[in-house]
């Protein structure tokens, strides 16, 4: 087996079988690790390079992208330099597994962390998937995502995240010229068999 090459995350990197494809920057939810979400991203992209670290923040033994004071209540100020931590991480990777800039696939805290990557750091994703994201910064620098391919998609009964929430997530990336696709679906927090095929569908149109 080839050892994981140093670099400032624990992270799995599979290389692509389709090269075709764009590479996968697959981010964990809270409690999650660098296993988590790579049978995902075949099932959403079959034959993508995966790059998937684990976050270094850990709540309670769960590892994390960043601190929070309460459930849905950020501390900011780790959100941005974890979000630079992050989106450095990814300039490495890069080079090391000869990457273009991925597209990333976040679940939750993933998610969120990939959304703040997208309005402090918008050259490092080609485009992002956001599943039950949340506003991750209430006052964001202005940035220039034209262009900027992003589907969100959201739970009508999440619990944790208001829908009122999500929906500005989608309109302050839009407002930043972001293409938002933005789904409301008939599911909680969790991972449905819906987001897999919108998904899917989403990157296979790219
Ligand atoms: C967060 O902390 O990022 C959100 O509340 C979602 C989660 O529970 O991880």
């Known amino acids: ?3 994981t090459p140093e670099l400032s995350f624990i992270h799995r990197f599979k290389p692509a079988s389709n090269p075709g494809r764009p590479p996968l920057l697959l ?3 809270t409690g999650g690790n660098e296993d988590d979400l790579l049978h995902l991203g075949r099932m959403v992209s079959p034959g993508s390079a995966q790059l998937s670290p684990r976050g270094k923040v850990v709540e309670d033994g769960m590892p994390r992208f960043f601190h929070r004071l309460s459930e849905g209540v950020f501390d900011e100020t780790d959100v941005r ?7 450095d991480f990814v300039i490495d990777a890069r080079k090391t597994y000869g990457l273009a800039a991925p597209i990333a696939i976040g679940f ?6 990939a959304a703040a990557m997208l309005q402090l750091r918008p050259e490092i994703l080609a485009g992002a ?3 039950r994201a949340m ?3 209430q006052d964001p620098p202005a940035v220039d995502l034209s262009g900027k391919p992003v589907l969100i998609l959201s739970g009508a009964s999440d619990p944790i995240v208001p829908a009122d ?3 500005r997530v989608a309109s302050v990336l839009r407002a930043a010229g972001a293409v938002v696709e933005h789904r409301m679906l008939p599911a909680g927090h969790g991972i449905s068999e819906a987001d897999v095929t919108l998904a899917r569908t989403w990157i296979d149109q790219l």
Do not use: D, F, Q, W
Not at 81 to 87: F, K, P, Q
Not at 108 to 113: F, M, P, V
């Open 1 to 3: 087996m080839t050892p």
């Open 27 to 29: 981010l964990h939810g």
């Open 81 to 87: 330099r974890r979000a630079n931590e992050l989106a």
């Open 108 to 113: 939750s805290n993933g998610a969120n962390i």
């Open 129 to 131: 998937i956001l599943l």
């Open 135 to 137: 506003v991750p910064l």
């Open 165 to 167: 929430n999500a929906k």
